[in-house]
């Protein structure tokens, strides 16, 4: 095997396997699962190690290679280090990079993995991170009915052509295509969450100004990665653009492109939703390539 | 015979001694060498401090570089002492008196960037923040004994973004041992916390008041 392709291969095993947990239950898949474009749909906040509960929903991962800041108050700059706050999270893995690289020593799995990732057999931190980073690289969303319309290869209905106006009317500044994000930290208005009072971006820079501040999500993959918002409040699209239409523009943090409201009938909401449903990548949620690896991870079967 | 002997062994030991010397980097407290887990004053104890040095050059009278460290990132802890000693190269300068040291306390906003790294920079090393990225550049663990009670604290100085940029560089003149004043570093500290552990305003104060109790001892 090639050498990116061992490392991709690597990464994901190690995405998959639970063994990065305290107690081997937990894997970055339990809160980013493939058929839910890696985000969680079962809980609004993501659940870790001995059922604690987090404070954020966990997001969806794609794309990744374009986003500068991670998590959604930008806490981590960088894919690579990003994995060492689940990893090391009491309420998430609660597990040390030490133990791991035990762990993974003495494993008949992994020695040879890392040998055709990296020439040798040495496990070493740096190794794990780095092919953690090649396989979420490989987590490419391009390929909804939006991106072949833009390809001429597929045509929209008049309902998706409205919907597709209604967003660039209202949502692009923010949702900018076609990654569906500027990928910078807004506040669109919501409410303080009342049990966590989750302050955002201001828990990082330590500027007033970013109070409630939140990197903006991704408008792909909707369908998949319910609940939304960072606290998981609203489990319907419906919910958001009922939002989006009752927003108190004289909310003090509210981020500038929202400050004239939205408005938007009934049957407006209806198109828009159309648009957003094309902004759904199937080939992404289905690409075994990024599934759980069973030649690794269960060779006997 | 014997002359010729005597003759080759100065030689080479003159190589030895020219060719590598290290400076020591070392903690005191009230002039004498710190020891961890000791009470000073009968109010501090110190059981963890560590640290990275970053670009450690020698100029000269002239600010010509004379001198560049191989490893651009050193992490010293005093849990071991070998790894408060710096190597530097020797053969370049024939008297020591006139030279500076320039290094920098932490690690630069750059390698801050990049992404996972090995050796000093492993974040096995405890140097690493997990829930916001970032090293530490300097950490500094221990008690305080107030009204009776013993207290612990923790700073944990990071932080690699404006405004809140810890990373600092200090120039002194080069002296085989450079102090690091810890009774200096407490007498300037307001203690209105015991514990920071996030880039901010505290942070960018402390490092400051780290760099100016690193003294030439000469």
């Given at each position: 095997?090639?050498?990116?392709?061992?490392?991709?291969?690597?990464?994901?095993?190690?995405?998959?396997?639970?063994?990065?947990?305290?107690?081997?239950?937990?894997?970055?898949?339990?809160?980013?699962?493939?058929?839910?474009?890696?985000?969680?749909?079962?809980?609004?906040?993501?659940?870790?190690?001995?059922?604690?509960?987090?404070?954020?929903?966990?997001?969806?991962?794609?794309?990744?290679?374009?986003?500068?800041?991670?998590?959604?108050?930008?806490?981590?700059?960088?894919?690579?280090?990003?994995?060492?706050?689940?990893?090391?999270?009491?309420?998430?893995?609660?597990?040390?990079?030490?133990?791991?690289?035990?762990?993974?020593?003495?494993?008949?799995?992994?020695?040879?993995?890392?040998?055709?990732?990296?020439?040798?057999?040495?496990?070493?931190?740096?190794?794990?991170?780095?092919?953690?980073?090649?396989?979420?690289?490989?987590?490419?969303?391009?390929?909804?009915?939006?991106?072949?319309?833009?390809?001429?290869?597929?045509?929209?209905?008049?309902?998706?052509?409205?919907?597709?106006?209604?967003?660039?009317?209202?949502?692009?500044?923010?949702?900018?295509?076609?990654?569906?994000?500027?990928?910078?930290?807004?506040?669109?208005?919501?409410?303080?969450?009342?049990?966590?009072?989750?302050?955002?971006?201001?828990?990082?820079?330590?500027?007033?100004?970013?109070?409630?501040?939140?990197?903006?999500?991704?408008?792909r993959n909707l369908s998949y990665t319910y609940p939304y918002m960072h606290d998981g409040r609203y489990r319907k699209l419906r919910e958001v653009l009922n939002h989006y239409t009752s927003i108190i523009t004289s909310n003090n943090n509210l981020s500038l492109e929202l400050k004239n409201g939205i408005s938007l009938t009934t049957n407006d909401k209806a198109d828009l939703i159309a648009f957003l449903l094309t902004l759904n990548d199937i080939d992404f949620i289905f690409n075994t390539d990024n599934t759980f690896p069973r030649e690794t991870l269960l060779p006997q079967e | 015979m014997k002359g010729f002997l005597i003759g080759t062994l100065v030689v080479c030991s003159s190589i030895f001694v020219q060719a590598q010397t290290h400076f020591k980097i070392n903690a005191t407290y009230a002039n004498s060498t710190l020891v961890l887990d000791s009470l000073y004053?009968?109010?501090?104890?110190?059981?963890?401090?560590?640290?990275?040095?970053?670009?450690?050059?020698?100029?000269?009278?002239?600010?010509?570089?004379?001198?560049?460290?191989?490893?651009?990132?050193?992490?010293?802890?005093?849990?071991?002492?070998?790894?408060?000693?710096?190597?530097?190269?020797?053969?370049?300068?024939?008297?020591?008196?006139?030279?500076?040291?320039?290094?920098?306390?932490?690690?630069?906003?750059?390698?801050?960037?990049?992404?996972?790294?090995?050796?000093?920079?492993?974040?096995?090393?405890?140097?690493?923040?997990?829930?916001?990225?970032?090293?530490?550049?300097?950490?500094?663990?221990?008690?305080?004994?107030?009204?009776?009670?013993?207290?612990?604290?923790?700073?944990?100085?990071?932080?690699?973004?404006?405004?809140?940029?810890?990373?600092?560089?200090?120039?002194?003149?080069?002296?085989?041992?450079?102090?690091?004043?810890?009774?200096?570093?407490?007498?300037?500290?307001?203690?209105?916390?015991?514990?920071?552990?996030?880039?901010?305003?505290?942070?960018?104060?402390?490092?400051?008041?780290?760099?100016?109790?690193?003294?030439?001892?000469?």
């Amino acid at each position: 095997m090639e050498a990116t392709a061992a490392k991709t291969l690597l990464g994901r095993t190690l995405f998959y396997d639970p063994l990065l947990s305290a107690d081997n239950t937990i894997s970055c898949a339990s809160c980013h699962s493939p058929y839910n474009a890696f985000a969680h749909t079962d809980h609004k906040l993501s659940h870790g190690i001995r059922d604690s509960i987090g404070t954020r929903n966990a997001p969806a991962l794609f794309n990744l290679a374009w986003q500068p800041k991670l998590m959604w108050d930008g806490a981590s700059h960088h894919l690579d280090m990003q994995a060492l706050a689940p990893i090391t999270h009491p309420g998430e893995m609660a597990e040390s990079i030490e133990n791991i690289l035990k762990k993974l020593v003495s494993s008949n799995t992994y020695p040879p993995l890392f040998q055709d990732a990296y020439g040798n057999d040495s496990i070493t931190s740096q190794r794990i991170l780095k092919a953690l980073t090649q396989f979420q690289l490989t987590l490419v969303s391009s390929n909804a009915k939006y991106d072949r319309v833009k390809l001429n290869k597929d045509t929209f209905t008049s309902q998706e052509i409205s919907g597709y106006k209604l967003y660039q009317a209202n949502c692009k500044l923010c949702h900018a295509e076609p990654l569906f994000s500027t990928y910078s930290f807004k506040n669109n208005g919501l409410a303080p969450d009342t049990n966590n009072y989750d302050i955002g971006r201001y828990n990082v820079t330590n500027d007033p100004k970013d109070s409630f501040f939140f990197k903006i999500p991704s408008l792909r993959n909707l369908s998949y990665t319910y609940p939304y918002m960072h606290d998981g409040r609203y489990r319907k699209l419906r919910e958001v653009l009922n939002h989006y239409t009752s927003i108190i523009t004289s909310n003090n943090n509210l981020s500038l492109e929202l400050k004239n409201g939205i408005s938007l009938t009934t049957n407006d909401k209806a198109d828009l939703i159309a648009f957003l449903l094309t902004l759904n990548d199937i080939d992404f949620i289905f690409n075994t390539d990024n599934t759980f690896p069973r030649e690794t991870l269960l060779p006997q079967e | 015979m014997k002359g010729f002997l005597i003759g080759t062994l100065v030689v080479c030991s003159s190589i030895f001694v020219q060719a590598q010397t290290h400076f020591k980097i070392n903690a005191t407290y009230a002039n004498s060498t710190l020891v961890l887990d000791s009470l000073y004053d009968n109010t501090y104890a110190i059981n963890t401090l560590r640290f990275y040095l970053s670009d450690i050059v020698l100029i000269d009278t002239n600010d010509s570089l004379i001198y560049t460290h191989p490893k651009r990132h050193v992490l010293v802890d005093l849990k071991h002492p070998t790894s408060q000693e710096v190597y530097v190269h020797d053969s370049l300068f024939d008297s020591k008196a006139n030279l500076r040291l320039h290094f920098g306390i932490g690690i630069d906003s750059t390698t801050n960037s990049k992404g996972a790294m090995a050796g000093d920079l492993d974040p096995i090393n405890g140097m690493y923040w997990t829930w916001q990225s970032g090293y530490i550049n300097v950490k500094i663990e221990g008690t305080k004994q107030l009204e009776g009670k013993s207290e612990e604290f923790q700073f944990h100085l990071g932080g690699f973004t404006a405004p809140y940029n810890t990373y600092r560089t200090i120039t002194r003149p080069y002296s085989s041992i450079l102090d690091i004043k810890m009774d200096q570093f407490f007498e300037q500290m307001t203690w209105e916390r015991l514990y920071i552990m996030r880039p901010g305003e505290e942070a960018v104060d402390l490092i400051k008041e780290f760099c100016t109790s690193i003294h030439s001892s000469l």
